[in-house]
């Protein structure tokens, strides 16, 4: 009504309630928000922007965390560092930086990503601006022994279909083709869809963002546009953020590229890009390679991985913005209260840098904008080891395996500010992935996790499994059940579906009466999804206050020692995940 009121016509309001969108006369918006609107210039360009914070009516700015769109001073961009034309990526060229460049093949074998999982019923979503060209993702398919795009591929424009950002441009489709292309080349298999903004103003941004939420088209996005962080309004990052925080709580993983200019992504001061520094998106970072032996003019392939030390350019440091999350400790994470940057690292330094083809030519490419689609298809690839059910935010699953050999820990170079070390560190993260080794970490069977629960106690881990470990007063059972995301929606539902039917509670009597609290349980988790934030939180403390009825239920039965054993993880661990679950949907305040 006071959009209405000032004189905005509303003209968007997503299913998840989480934007309105409006337009108007500059007066309408100056009313609507109490600012005034100017025209100035600001780098060569005519810009405009408002003047101070806006306002709102008491009673409306308690349901609101920010208003977008009151400037177009900061525009996303995209992170790739260098953009180098050169000859068909076969050639054998004399000196560098030409010869030898990276491609898909080379990425395999750099870290060790074997033939098993190729992505397989996933879909990965770019989210960023401008179409790809047909032609050019066939032609470096072929040139890499790639088969073409999957069935269901294809790219999806976020505002009217003549909108400059919808188009094909050979000045600017070079982020979108290196996307696509590595994308591809890692999870050969996975839908690819590009999502683009109708520009590159940050409202846009936040609209195309709050697209992939609510189509849900895929569970894994990938986005190597950024902003520094100091530059973006608050209200911007605090939408944005609210959307990641949906995304996270449907099943979706974002990851986003850190950026190109070391630890000073602005002002030549210490900053980070954003979405990389949200706490709700996994930051990518960026390393330089060396393969074991290859990579000469002599042997242009990369015969495996040699040695990695951190990018000069890597973008990482403290966010001046978000508060650290729960997964963001231990394992060297310094001291502090505020989210750091990046996570997890890949190649990235533009020697090698790697090959992209774009509007028929050539190039080599480099910059974190190589690194984070690259990760997506890695995840991809976990997720159909899983069954397909998404991770949400990864970071807990990331962070719980640090240390391990899932990763290569760089521990030399530096970023400016900040200098790579054993463990997390704010150039590299955690590191690069050993692709195999990571996946059987993360994922000990595929399809399925085997733990074993104690007849006295359950200690439920929140990383990634859907079950408990402890050790059993007498003997020991194994249970063996579908692997799980860590969080979300699909990660609870998945962790309910395991409640069904338990093979160890064949002849009890109680199976029935608790299987039908599971069912109710998934029903209620059913209409959450679909409900606005405030409703969903409601209806998933009731699904929680199910299962931890249905938990004193066993608790007072008399069933076999194998049912209750099976039958009190699966309930605890379901009622923990649903409270994570209404707790998240808790910082979700829908308008």
């Known amino acids: ?76 961009r995209p992170r790739h560092g260098v953009v180098t034309p050169v000859a068909a990526p076969r050639a054998k060229l004399d000196a560098p930086p030409h010869c030898c460049a990276l491609g898909p093949q080379d990425i395999a074998h750099l870290y060790n990503d074997g033939p098993t999982y190729d992505g397989s019923g996933e879909t990965i979503v770019i989210a960023g601006a401008y179409r790809w060209d047909d032609g050019d993702n066939t032609a470096f398919a072929a040139e890499w022994g790639l088969p073409a795009l999957p069935a269901g591929s294809g790219q999806v424009c976020t505002g009217p279909a003549a909108s400059a950002a919808c188009q094909f441009s050979a000045q600017n489709s070079i982020e979108v083709a290196l996307d696509v292309e590595y994308a591809h080349g890692v999870a050969p298999a996975a839908r690819i869809l590009n999502y683009m903004a109708k520009s590159t103003a940050l409202v846009d941004f936040t609209a195309a963002y709050n697209r992939i939420v609510t189509d849900n088209p895929g569970h894994v996005v990938t986005t190597s546009w950024g902003a520094c962080e100091a530059d973006i309004p608050s209200g911007t990052l605090a939408a944005d953020d609210a959307i990641f925080a949906n995304a996270n709580a449907i099943g979706q993983s974002w990851f986003a590229a850190s950026g190109d200019s070391g630890s000073r992504d602005c002002h030549n001061t210490a900053h980070v890009d954003n979405p990389a520094s949200s706490p709700h998106v996994i930051g990518v970072g960026g390393t330089t390679p060396t393969c074991s032996s290859g990579l000469t003019p002599a042997s242009p392939a990369c015969a495996g991985y040699g040695s990695e030390t951190a990018w000069n350019g890597s973008g990482g440091g403290v966010s001046g913005t978000f508060a650290r999350p729960p997964f963001q400790t231990g394992c060297g994470v310094p001291a502090g209260t505020l989210r750091l940057v990046p996570d997890v690292a890949l190649e990235a330094d533009p020697s090698p840098g790697n090959y992209v083809l774009e509007n028929g030519t050539w190039f080599i490419v480099a910059g974190t904008s190589i690194a984070a689609p690259q990760w997506a298809g890695f995840l991809a690839e976990l997720d159909q080891r899983a069954g397909g059910a998404g991770f949400g935010n990864p970071g807990a699953l990331l962070y719980g395996l640090c240390g391990t050999a899932a990763y290569h820990d760089i521990t030399s170079g530096s970023n400016g500010d900040y200098t790579a070390a054993a463990g997390y560190d704010m150039v590299t993260g955690l590191g690069t992935i050993s692709a195999d080794t990571f996946f059987a970490a993360a994922v000990p069977t595929p399809g399925t996790t085997t733990t074993s629960v104690s007849t006295t106690s359950t200690t439920t881990s929140p990383t990634t499994a859907s079950t408990t470990t402890t050790t059993p007063v007498t003997g020991s059972t194994t249970t063996t059940i579908a692997a799980c995301p860590a969080d979300g929606f699909s990660g609870l539902r998945c962790a309910l579906a395991g409640g069904l039917a338990r093979p160890e509670c064949a002849d009890d009597t109680l199976r029935r009466r608790i299987e039908r609290r599971f069912r109710r349980a998934t029903r209620l988790i059913d209409r959450a999804e679909r409900a606005s934030p405030a409703r969903a939180r409601r209806l998933v403390t009731k699904a929680a206050s199910a299962l931890a009825s249905s938990k004193r239920m066993v608790e007072r039965s008399d069933v076999s020692p194998d049912c209750y054993q099976a039958l009190l993880a699966l309930l605890e661990d379901g009622r923990e995940r649903a409270e994570r679950l209404a707790a998240s949907l808790q910082a979700l305040k829908p308008l």
Not at 24 to 31: K, Y
Not at 40 to 60: I, K, N, V, W
Request: charged share 20%; net charge negative.
């Open 1 to 76: 009504a006071h959009l209405a009121q000032s004189g905005l016509t509303v003209t968007e309001r997503p299913p998840n309630r989480l934007l309105v969108g409006a337009v108007g006369s500059v007066e309408a918006l100056e009313r609507a928000f109490g600012v005034e609107i100017h025209a100035l210039d600001y780098r060569g360009r005519r810009h405009y922007a408002a003047m101070g914070e806006p306002t709102l009516p008491a009673d409306l700015a308690a349901s609101v965390l920010g208003v977008v769109g009151l400037d177009d001073l900061v525009e996303r």
